[in-house]
């Protein structure tokens, strides 16, 4: 298992997050990337946990998804045109720096 967090960002996150955690060495997938847009917000859950990652989403039927009992490796969830692409970038470094793997494993943040 990865020591440091690897980010999912679902179809609703901004391409320029991916590429601003990219740019400071933070491992980061998209939805497009993946192959999964029109998959079902359960099925990205299972690629993102399949893959040891943490789900970044702006998307709140994931909060359902958690509070209904799915497993995961972690959902970060920002309320949609809450923050700047940069707050989140700054926001998702800042997780990724003090949390491991094991700390995000079925738990949400909230930026």
Known sequence: ???????HLDENCE??????????GIDATTTPEAGLLGASD??????ARGENRVVFTQDADFLRLHAAGARHGGVVYCH???RSVGEMIRGLVMLWEILDPEDMRNRVEFL
């Open 42 to 47: 359960e099925e990205q859950l299972e690629h």
């Open 15 to 24: 391409a320029a997050v991916a590429e601003g955690l990219r740019r400071r």
């Open 1 to 7: 298992m990865p020591r440091t967090i690897r980010f």
């Open 80 to 82: 949609q045109q809450s």
